[in-house]
């Protein structure tokens, strides 16, 4: 009697289990392709140092909102400066977005993608002196496991600055 009686409630149980955890396997992979994947080798704790090998500063790089977010915590060598950045990879534009705020209260808004083993964002046209010039920055992932960010400031197809040139090793 007591069999019949739990039949019910258990088939439910059953159900709404497998419900459940099948809701959540979707859930945790809106961002599981490969294009959401394509900034993970940026992904670490990293000593930078500049192009003359002197250390620029130390920066945390994380996944986060279930892989959604790359979230970078950057900390200079010069005492007092820090900044971070969220990316991501926006689905409706299909470009890879990056907002970098930091403490003296500057921003940067790029967008891009990644080419080979290059993640390309740029900034929209922005004027300065009566100048128009965009931001560039490129992240290569090298064979050795280290990154270099190279961001160059352009006017139209010239680049008139190497704003900053660091080489990123795994802490």
């Given amino acids: 009697?007591?069999?019949?009686?739990?039949?019910?409630?258990?088939?439910?149980?059953?159900?709404?289990?497998?419900?459940?955890?099948?809701?959540q396997d979707e859930q945790s992979c809106n961002c599981c392709s490969e294009e959401h994947k394509a900034f993970d080798f940026w992904v670490g704790n990293w000593e930078v140092t500049n192009a003359n090998g002197d250390i620029a500063g130390k920066n945390?790089?994380?996944?986060?909102?279930?892989?959604?977010?790359?979230?970078?915590?950057?900390?200079?060598?010069?005492?007092?400066?820090?900044?971070t950045s969220l990316n991501f990879f926006n689905t409706v534009s299909r470009q890879w977005q990056q907002l970098w705020v930091?403490?003296?209260?500057?921003?940067?808004?790029?967008?891009?993608n990644r080419i080979?083993?290059?993640m390309i964002l740029s900034s929209d046209e922005f004027t300065k002196d009566g100048k128009s010039y965009?931001?560039?920055?490129?992240w290569t992932k090298n064979d050795d496991g280290t990154v270099r960010q190279?961001?160059?400031?352009?006017?139209?197809?010239?680049?008139v600055n190497i704003a900053f040139d660091g080489l990123y090793k795994r802490q």
């Fill in 102 to 112: 930091d403490n003296g209260g500057s921003y940067l808004k790029l967008k891009g």
């Fill in 1 to 23: 009697m007591y069999s019949n009686y739990w039949k019910p409630f258990l088939t439910i149980s059953v159900f709404l289990i497998s419900f459940s955890i099948g809701a």
């Fill in 150 to 159: 190279f961001w160059e400031v352009l006017q139209g197809d010239k680049v």
């Fill in 116 to 118: 080979g083993n290059k």
């Fill in 134 to 138: 965009i931001n560039r920055i490129t």
């Fill in 60 to 83: 945390s790089i994380s996944k986060e909102e279930n892989g959604c977010v790359i979230r970078e915590n950057w900390t200079s060598a010069k005492p007092g400066y820090t900044g």
